[in-house]
């Protein structure tokens, strides 16, 4: 049974940083890439990072590449996402998943955790 659990989220102000954490149980995803998405109420879900199942390669949403950073440590089987200066229109949830293609496409990624929301206040 492979389970993705994110953790880290909250309530913050706006230019506060959260680092968001994704761990994994039942898969190991320093085998596979590992991607960020969010979903804010009433929007589709887009992509906000992803990074190779080395960790040598990364990509992000073009908007957000200069704030967020995704990183992983294969030794913990954990990725991150550290996110700086933070906006009310960071607001969403933010989902972890894991995908057997190095893809910023939602649906080439096979598991997904239950999402942390995070919340940015003006």
């Known amino acids: 049974q492979v389970q993705l659990v994110e953790s880290g989220g909250g309530l913050v102000q706006a230019g506060d940083s959260l680092r968001l954490s994704c761990a994994s149980t039942g898969h190991r995803p320093s085998r596979t890439p590992m991607g960020w998405f969010r979903q804010a109420p009433g929007k589709e879900r887009e992509f906000v990072a992803l990074?190779?199942?080395?960790?040598?390669?990364?990509r992000y949403a073009k908007a957000l590449q200069d704030r967020f950073t995704i990183s992983r440590d294969n030794a913990k089987d954990m990725v991150y996402l550290q996110m700086n200066g933070l906006q009310p229109e960071d607001t969403a949830v933010y989902y972890c998943?894991?995908?057997?293609?190095?893809?910023?496409?939602?649906?080439?990624?096979?598991?997904w955790g239950q999402g942390t929301q995070v919340t940015v206040s003006s």
């Open positions: 998943a894991a995908s057997r293609l190095f893809t910023i496409v939602a649906a080439s990624y096979d598991y």
């Open positions: 990074v190779s199942a080395d960790g040598q390669s990364t």
